[in-house]
């Protein structure tokens, strides 16, 4: 899969409507209300706190999440798959992968490719204290130090340790973008990225479920550890969507391929392993309900 088949794909239109994206409830298809809008800040630090536990800064501990992740390292859970090892960290270190590599092999490097996005997200959100912009985004930055921790545990159930490598330059710049400028500004490009990673986790639990299929105590770890993650990334849809207007909706719709090109673009790993058809229609199509199943959500999230 080429770049541009992908945003090709989340760009074309279902044939049986012009609207773009796909659906009513799709999170861009039409901008909240102002009311709806300032509303939501509140309903969502009440979730952020009802989830998560108290913040603590500069340590970014959450207390319940802190708690969870305690008792999962209190109990690994260790697969039985042979995985070369030295095959892993030559692709993990190659600016491309090597063709032929096994489904199982694309699913971690995949895995640590992304954590390797987070990690640098954070590091340049804290040096830039991004935390000063509001109790929300201090809160956001702490999820996304925890989704590193959780991959990191998900790749130690495989025996796989990895020192952390800076992204690609594509995804350095832009980082940098949405940490730097303007929160207003950057909000379109937010929250496509966000719709770009959700889909990449929900994806990823699919993919779980089949290859880890003849391991079941492995597989419900990893999908557990991906189900935290992605229950955290639809929530930070959620608010992206509530900070946009009608221009900034209309902003988030065009740059939405264009994101999606420059994320998946960078990770070789996705377009082995999933169908640009499948991601373009995801992205575009949006399935809330299904996306919201997958979540280990309280009610609050699914008011977002
Ligand atoms: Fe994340
Ligand atoms: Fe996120």
């Known amino acids: 899969m080429s770049r541009s088949s992908v945003s090709a794909s989340i760009a074309a239109r279902p044939a049986a409507t012009d609207a773009a994206p796909g659906t009513s409830s799709h999170p861009l298809a039409r901008p909240l209300d102002d009311e709806t809008r300032r509303r939501r800040d509140g309903i969502f630090l009440r979730y952020l706190e009802e989830r998560d536990g108290a913040l603590e800064w500069p340590s970014r501990k959450l207390a319940r999440r802190e708690a969870r992740l305690a008792s999962l390292e209190a109990s690994p859970v260790r697969s039985h798959k042979r995985i070369d090892l030295a095959r892993f960290h030559?692709?993990?270190?190659?600016?491309?992968?090597e063709e032929g590599l096994e489904p199982l092999m694309l699913f971690l490097l995949l895995v640590a490719k992304i954590n390797r996005v987070e990690r640098y997200g954070v590091e340049v959100a804290v040096a830039a204290g991004s935390e000063a912009r509001g109790a929300i985004d201090a809160y956001i930055l702490a999820e996304e130090d925890y989704h590193t921790r959780l991959m990191h545990a998900l790749l130690g159930s495989f025996g796989i340790e990895i020192e952390m490598r800076n992204p690609s330059a594509a995804s350095r710049a832009l980082v940098h973008l949405i940490v730097r400028l303007p929160k207003s500004w950057t909000m379109p490009i937010f929250v496509c990225s966000e719709l770009a990673a959700l889909m990449i986790f929900d994806l990823l639990i699919e993919r779980a479920e089949q290859l880890l299929a003849d391991e079941p105590a492995v597989r419900d770890r990893v999908v557990e550890l991906l189900r935290e993650i992605l229950?955290?990334?639809?929530?930070?849809?959620?608010?992206?969507?509530?900070h946009l207007g009608r221009t900034g909706a209309f902003?988030?719709?065009t740059?939405?391929?264009l994101v999606a090109r420059g994320i998946f673009g960078d990770l070789g790993?996705?377009?082995?392993?999933?169908?640009p058809q499948r991601i373009g229609r995801g992205i575009r199509e949006y399935d809330r309900e299904?996306?919201?199943a997958r979540c280990l959500c309280t009610p609050l999230a699914l008011a977002l």
């Open 90 to 97: 030559a692709n993990h270190e190659a600016d491309r992968i």
């Open 269 to 275: 790993e996705v377009s082995r392993l999933f169908d």
């Open 255 to 257: 740059l939405l391929p």
């Open 231 to 242: 229950t955290d990334e639809m929530a930070h849809v959620g608010y992206a969507r509530a």
């Open 251 to 253: 902003a988030a719709r």
């Open 290 to 292: 299904r996306l919201s």
